[in-house]
């Protein structure tokens, strides 16, 4: 058996059969290695997967020897190989810093636990994006759904508790929205394949059903992915999460949502159903430029940090959001651009965080005075992040923001470029006041040069240093990008 | 040495001196010595580039590509040599300035003063060397950073406002205007490289053009035109060695350099006439020239007065660079250099003022030209040459300012050109004259006041003597300033 032809299944099987062995050792110290060991797995399988999809274009897997329609396809293109590496490369990093950080926040019986279920979320989140089955999409959505809302509730704060079931109650309704909706378009076509329903769909495109199949499924996405006004669970979940998680999904969970959303509206039903007849583009490109701004002006206005970075995860959504919007091929690869950058920028300052609520066990704004000098490596990794997010030319940050303003101005849309560059302004801001806070107030009296550990600190700054790299040389993130929508563009009719 | 080796040389001296001014913190001497090695070598690197560089065979040197036409690169050309001959000119002539400054003043935290200064020139020279407008925006939004410790400097309540008013209106500007025309720019043609005649002639109807250039000009907030002026003002709470450096030459000559770069690299001077919105931008310069000027009037606090003056020059150089006409260009680059040195001259006067005789306010000095008269000598000949009046190396940019205005036949703008000497005439000279015939309110007034820090007379005598030897070598800086439009 050669290895290499089963990467595609195997990058699902082995952190979902790791989270039982997680179980099965029940020991917290090996439950991190397992972890450690099947990030790294996923990760040199993702690279190898890219490397392949460059030179053949799509990897086509039939599970257990089953060829579809019968069997279960896994289908890799450029842009599932782009999720991939978001998601083991995060992986890979998250795992390195859970080790301190989970030993701090999580009660000793639940650590066990609470690494299985960071394992299966990872399966989930890898399984949507190599599979080519609808009906499979909703399955690992679910799985993964499942175990953050275990994740979110395991963070120490009680309010935990409530953001998780929030989280819960929402999430449920969209993937029930998601199941509804791939139900229809199985009574229309009679297949689950996203090969063969969009083969299949132009013929009874003009029905009702799959225009309702259509609704739900993105109003079911735009749940997951925290489209606005559908947003409400993402501030609470990051906010009161353990740091681990917080960061994994920052950098992670909306990503595939809006995988989903981009695979769904382009593979499946075709640019010119969804984008322009239905017509979702003007929509996604109002909510999105709504998203920004809102999610931008919120987050001035929050005293915990956390939560503020929250809110601006909500406006880079709107981003990405707003680039499909466009129905461009500049468009596209903004959008795929930002969605791997902001992965970079969200990872590098989410964990800054989890260091700080290391030390204070707090993110509230006021903890942080003086933070600068008592825990300068970690602030100026943070200082980096927040400069990627304004978009400081050197980032990876501005390269996403350069395309995303170009796309724009291509389509003539120059107010919407100019709102993309205020809603820079607006991140200034709110970065601004953690700096000022962090390096231009004292610290309180007492409070000296602080010890963090030095894993969370190695995780901290290969995130923050891939701010830099991929502002820098953009050939890897690029290169796939593009790739990704020639394909995209060239699938759809 | 190659040319090549100058610019990394050109870029990598200042960021020596911040790492050797880190390493010695607890030495002062040796930290300060460290800095005026820097700056010397600086200089004498800068000089070497000039005396052999070709301009008629540019080097370019790419430093890194981040995606494909779009690079992070430098090249020389006149107007970049000029802006990095006065900055690393008088780096070291403020550094020494310096020394004596914040000794006498007791200031705080000196490292990090001189290491911020060192890392701020770093900045100030890949401006000058920037070969297209991305490596020059960023090198922009650099200087504002690496600027901000100092202005904050003082780490009071006032200082930290300052700090966010001059963060915020900076940074505002330059990201939601500067980097919208940029991008914009690179939509319509392609590239971004300075390309001599410009590169957007023809590429768009003109009054998208038009709408482009308002972007840029707006969006360089260091050329502090208004209503983008606010910050100026704000950061005169820095230390003076920062004000007269960096707020009266690198920051806003950083702004002008890029307005004129921009004019005459980017549109082409023969599109900045035929555009609209370069008429009304240049009479807009005209307003906030007069308008800063009487601002300038009813100051009577000194660096405020300054400040204040600083505005209303840097618009003289945006209006030259506004009206379309290359005797404007050549104006506004030689006014660049000459305004420089008479500024930093004031400032270090002010400064001088500060240390010896702890006065802030204008009317204050009634009679210190007793006891301080060479600094008060040094601030008249300076003034005079903000006014524009013979033996003063400011004359020729005046002249030349006001032949622009005729090649351009905009009455109105020579008018202001005018008025506005006048203006200068009466709230800079004013200060000196009166500091030497007005008799002071107080008899004892005279008491315990002498002459500024050895270190910074010497180096108000340098600036000053600058000031005059332009006047009589002017041909260098001319022939210079001739070959940016061939």
Redesign the interface.
């Known amino acids: 058996m050669n290895l290499m032809t089963h990467l595609p299944v195997l990058i699902v099987v082995v952190p979902l059969l790791s989270a039982a062995l997680c179980v099965l050792f029940n020991n917290r110290k090996s439950a991190w290695l397992i972890t450690l060991l099947a990030s790294f797995f996923c990760f040199y399988a993702s690279i190898n997967l890219i490397q392949i999809v460059q030179e053949v274009d799509v990897i086509i897997y039939s599970v257990g020897g089953w060829e579809a329609p019968l069997g279960i396809e896994l289908r890799i293109d450029a842009l599932n190989a782009l999720m991939l590496l978001v998601l083991s490369g995060s992986a890979v990093l998250v795992s390195i810093y859970a080790l301190k950080s989970v030993e701090k926040e999580i009660p000793v019986q639940n650590q066990v636990l609470f690494y299985t279920a960071l394992l299966l979320v990872k399966a989930g989140l890898i399984g949507i994006c190599v599979t080519g089955d609808a009906f499979n999409i909703f399955v690992f959505l679910e799985i993964s759904s499942i175990s953050t809302y275990a994740l979110i509730s395991l963070g120490h704060d009680r309010r935990a508790l409530h953001a998780s079931y929030q989280y819960l109650i929402m999430g449920t309704i969209g993937a029930t929205f998601i199941l509804i909706g791939i139900g229809f378009m199985y009574v229309m076509t009679g297949t689950l394949n996203i090969q063969d329903l969009s083969q299949r769909l132009p013929v009874v495109a003009d029905t009702s059903a799959i225009r309702a199949a259509f609704a739900f499924l993105t109003i079911g996405v735009g749940i997951k992915a925290a489209m606005l006004p559908l947003h409400q669970w993402l501030p609470n979940a990051y906010a009161y999460s353990p740091s681990v998680v917080s960061t994994f999904l920052a950098a992670t969970a909306t990503k595939v949502a809006i995988y989903v959303l981009i695979r769904f509206q382009l593979s499946l039903f075709g640019i010119e159903f969804s984008l322009l007849q239905m017509p979702f583009n003007k929509i996604l490109m109002i909510l999105g430029t709504i998203g920004i701004l809102g999610g931008s002006v919120s987050a001035i206005y929050q005293s915990n940090v956390k939560r503020m970075l929250a809110y601006s995860s909500v406006a880079q959504i709107g981003y990405i959001l707003l680039a499909i919007g466009l129905a461009s091929e500049p468009g596209f690869t903004a959008a795929l651009l930002h969605i791997f950058n902001h992965a970079l920028m969200k990872g590098t300052l989410f964990m800054a965080l989890g260091l700080i609520a290391f030390r204070f066990a707090s993110t509230e704004l006021s903890v942080m005075s003086g933070i600068g000098k008592t825990m300068p490596l970690t602030m100026a990794a943070f200082l980096i992040g927040g400069l990627s997010l ?5 980032t990876a940050g501005f ?1 996403s923001k ?1 395309y995303l ?2 796309a724009l ?2 389509a003539s849309l ?1 107010p919407l ?2 709102v993309i ?2 809603a ?2 607006l991140t ?1 801001i709110y970065i ?1 006041r953690v700096i ?1 806070v962090a390096y ?1 107030q004292p610290a309180p009296e007492g409070i000296t040069q602080q010890k963090v550990p030095k894993s969370m600190l190695v995780a901290l700054w290969i995130f923050a240093l891939s701010n830099i790299y991929f ?5 890897i993130s ?1 290169g796939i990008s593009s790739l990704a929508v020639n394909q995209l563009m060239g699938v759809t009719p | 040495m190659s040319i090549e080796l100058l610019y990394i040389l050109i870029l990598i001296i200042p960021l020596i001196t911040a790492v050797g001014v880190l390493l010695c913190h607890n030495k002062p001497d040796i930290r300060e010595t460290v800095t005026i090695i820097g700056g010397i070598s600086l200089l004498f690197v800068v000089a070497n580039l000039a005396l052999t560089y070709d301009f008629k065979e540019p080097v370019t040197l790419t430093l890194l590509e981040p995606f494909a036409g779009l690079s992070l690169a430098l090249r020389l050309e006149p107007l970049g040599l000029v802006f990095a001959l006065v900055a690393g000119f008088l780096w070291p002539v403020t550094s020494l300035y310096a020394i004596g400054y914040m000794r006498a003043h007791h200031e705080q935290n000196q490292t990090r003063f001189y290491t911020a200064f060192a890392i701020s020139i770093f900045a100030t020279m890949a401006i000058a060397l920037s070969a297209n407008l991305l490596t020059l925006f960023l090198a922009y939004e650099m200087l504002t950073l690496f600027t901000l410790p100092l202005v904050t400097h003082a780490g009071t309540d006032a200082a930290r406002r300052a700090g966010w008013t001059y963060l915020g209106i900076l940074m505002t500007t330059s990201i939601g205007f500067l980097l919208l025309a940029i991008i914009w720019t690179w939509s319509l043609t392609g590239t971004l490289e300075f390309t001599s005649g410009g590169i957007l002639a023809g590429k768009a109807e003109p009054a998208i053009l038009g709408g482009l250039l308002v972007l840029f000009v707006f969006g360089t907030g260091k050329a502090a035109l208004m209503p983008f002026h606010r910050w100026l003002p704000a950061a005169m709470v820095a230390p003076t060695p920062v004000s007269a450096l960096l707020h009266a030459v690198a920051v806003v000559k950083a702004g002008v350099f890029t307005i004129m770069k921009v004019a005459v690299y980017i549109f082409g001077i023969d599109l900045i006439g035929e555009l609209d919105s370069a008429y009304w931008l240049s009479m807009l310069a005209g307003f906030t020239i007069i308008s800063a000027s009487i601002i300038a009037m009813n100051k009577d606090n000194l660096k405020a007065r300054l400040a204040y003056s600083t505005i209303s020059q840097l618009s003289y150089i945006i209006l030259a660079a506004m009206l379309g006409v290359a005797s404007g260009v050549m104006a506004g680059s030689l006014h660049i250099a000459m305004h420089a040195f008479a500024k930093i001259t004031l400032f270090f006067c002010a400064g001088a003022i500060l240390v010896s005789a702890h006065k802030t306010k204008v009317s204050e000095l009634d009679g210190i030209g007793r006891t301080m008269p060479i600094t008060m000598l040094a601030f008249l000949l300076a003034s005079l040459s903000i006014v524009g009046l013979p033996p003063l190396g400011g004359s020729w940019s005046k002249w030349l300012l006001l032949q622009a205005t005729m090649d351009a036949h905009n009455m109105v703008l020579l008018m202001v050109l005018l008025i506005s000497s006048l203006l200068n005439l009466f709230y800079l000279v004013g200060i000196p004259l009166r500091a030497f015939f007005a008799k002071p309110v107080d008899p004892n007034y005279s008491l315990g006041i002498k002459e500024a820090p050895t270190f910074s007379l010497i180096a108000i005598l340098i600036t000053t003597a600058g000031c005059l030897v332009f006047f009589f070598l002017v041909n260098p800086a001319w022939n210079l300033v001739e070959q940016i439009l061939p």
């Open positions: 304004i978009g400081v030319p050197g390269i350069w303003v170009t101005l291509d120059w470029a100019l560059l205020i820079s302004v200034l601004g000022e231009f502002g820098l040389y953009s050939d690029l």
